[in-house]
């Protein structure tokens, strides 16, 4: 991973039932560049409700707590439509690794959102990746997530 990735952070981390599996599977990649996840369930495939797995991530965002966190769940649209209900949170729904990298880019998004249901293992690596490797770019785009938080 380049020099600007959150090597050595602790990086919350939940799904629904249907993202379960990919859950699984992206602790693992994030254990093998170093990275600890904490992890707020759900613990098996039995069907959950969502929102109840999508809010812990996004308070420990939005507290402060964390920096960053992933979430999966079926789409990945119900997660993110979730976490975005909090101020500090910037959660984006990424279905391949340049949405993931432009929305650390441009968005400064602090959830990365997952399809669990339409990804194999190898795009959610490149993915989870790309997300982690990626940093603001300022500028410009620094304007634009003032009017978002002035929105708010």
């Known amino acids: 991973m380049k ?21 699984e599977l992206v602790k ?23 929102p109840d797995f999508a809010t812990l991530v996004a308070q420990a965002v939005n507290n402060g707590d964390h920096e960053m966190g992933i979430l999966i769940c079926g789409s990945g649209q ?5 976490a975005n209900k909090y101020p500090k949170v910037r959660a984006a729904l990424a279905w391949n690794d340049e949405m ?7 968005n400064k998004a602090n959830i990365l959102c997952l399809p669990g249901r339409y990804l194999g293992e ?31």
């Not at 990649?29 to 409700?49: C, N, P, R």
């Not at 119900?78 to 979730?82: A, D, I, N, P, S």
Request: charged letters at 30%; aromatic letters at 6%.
């Open 3 to 23: 020099n600007h990735s959150p090597v050595n952070k602790i990086i919350p981390i939940a799904s629904d039932h249907a993202g379960f599996e990919a859950k």
């Open 28 to 50: 693992k990649i994030l254990k093998e560049h170093d990275i600890t996840t904490i992890d707020y369930g759900t613990k098996t495939d039995e069907s959950v409700d969502y």
């Open 78 to 82: 119900g997660m993110c439509m979730t």
């Open 100 to 106: 993931a990298k432009l929305s650390r880019q441009h």
């Open 122 to 152: 190898g795009e959610l690596r490149s993915i989870v990746i790309s997300w982690l490797e990626a940093s603001f770019e300022g500028g410009r785009h620094q304007q634009r997530i003032d009017k978002i938080k002035a929105s708010e």
